[in-house]
């Protein structure tokens, strides 16, 4: 069984600073993208930035600049260090990965279970 833990969430005054971490745990796991998606009330969920398994990083036009995604391979552990944050990031924020169980499974799309972000002005 696949699990996404999701951990860092709270409550932080604008221009403060917090750090999301989401560990996939299971056996024998190839994880392709990871990314972090973030749910606003009223509104859909939207990318906030991803990583391809060799680094490379895309990240969305509002959090250029403020947010750092990174990720630890050997730990199958995704990070989103969020700096400088607005009341406008605050959201549920989701972890996903792209993840297959062993050399000859089909990779499938698995998602942490939200942790809150709420930031205050």
């Known amino acids: 069984q696949v699990q996404l833990v999701e951990s860092g969430g709270g409550l932080v005054q604008a221009g403060g600073s917090l750090r999301l971490s989401c560990a996939a745990s299971?056996?024998?796991?190839?994880?392709?993208?990871m990314a972090w998606y973030r749910q606003a009330p009223g509104k859909q969920r939207e990318l906030v930035a991803d990583?391809?398994?060799?680094?490379?990083?895309n990240y969305a036009d509002s959090v250029k600049g403020r947010f750092t995604i990174s990720r630890d391979n050997a730990k199958n552990t995704v990070y989103l260090q969020m700096n400088s944050l607005k009341p406008e990031d605050t959201a549920v924020y989701y972890c996903?990965?792209?993840?297959?169980?062993?050399?000859?499974?089909?990779?499938?799309?698995?998602w942490g279970q939200g942790t809150q972000v709420t930031v205050s002005s």
């Open positions: 990583i391809t398994s060799g680094g490379r990083t």
């Open positions: 299971g056996s024998g796991l190839s994880i392709n993208a």
């Open positions: 996903y990965a792209r993840i297959r169980r062993g050399y000859y499974s089909d990779y499938g799309d698995y």
